[in-house]
């Protein structure tokens, strides 16, 4: 199963693929070449279908806990200065997903998004210090009965475009899709201080599935 932000680029990509090895079997009197062209092509096509997949996944719904809104790596746990929603302290959680990882963005909590805001910037590498604050991103904040979550989408030195489906005022399920980030990048999520982590550094986790905090 592909994510629909994938489908328009799957079709240009195996439409140029197929031209190309036409091409090279026609103009190319050489089966070595025509092989060698036709494996870049079959291995470029792979890594984009791997780029676009999205996986159901099963998640346990539940107000008491926070899930993880991406695959990929904690790089980050820290308490620091949130200024663009709360102005004060929270308890932040970067992961970092790499080029190979599943890109889809899901919501860590149940609840109403009550604040969604993209931000234009830069492209430093995701783990710049600064790329929270300088770099493209979306903010979105869901709030329910016992937290408000902010999660951040962070474009990096490879991702050119973030999609963000979360409206303010929706009601929204934990695990359910949020968005999309094309081609590498991180999120960082924002928390209470003192709420109980279930995640340590350098930990992989999955979207939807890995619950990083208990409320």
């Keep these: 199963m592909f994510h629909k932000e994938g489908y328009k ?26 092989f060698a062209i036709l494996a870049l092509s079959l291995v470029l096509l792979f890594l984009i279908l791997q780029f676009f997949r999205n996986p159901k996944r099963k998640t346990s719904v539940s107000d008491n806990t926070v899930v993880a809104p991406v695959d990929g790596k904690v790089v980050v ?32 909590i149940n609840g109403e998004v009550i604040f969604s805001k993209y931000h234009p910037g830069k492209y430093l590498v995701a783990w710049h210090p600064k790329a929270s604050e300088e770099n493209e991103r979306t903010t979105v904040v869901v709030k329910n009965n016992l937290v408000e979550v902010l999660y951040r989408q962070i474009a990096g030195a490879l991702a050119k475009r973030i999609v963000n489906y979360a409206k303010e005022g929706e009601k929204v399920t934990q695990g359910s899709d949020s968005g999309f980030i094309k081609f590498g990048s991180r999120v960082d999520v924002y928390l209470p201080i003192g709420t109980e982590l279930n995640v340590t550094l350098n930990q992989k986790v999955r979207g939807g599935e890995s619950v990083i905090a208990n409320l």
């Excluded at 240009?12 to 190319?28: D, H, M, P």
């Excluded at 308490?79 to 302290?89: A, G, L, M, N, S």
Aim: without cysteine; glycine residues 2%.
């Design 77 to 108: 746990i820290e308490e620091v200065h949130e200024k663009e929603h709360f102005d004060d302290k929270r308890l932040q959680v970067s992961i970092f997903m790499s080029p190979i990882n599943v890109h889809v963005t899901r919501h860590p």
């Design 9 to 34: 680029i799957i079709s240009i990509t195996l439409v140029l693929f197929i031209g190309i090895n036409v091409a090279s079997y026609v103009a190319i009197q050489n089966d070595e070449w025509q």
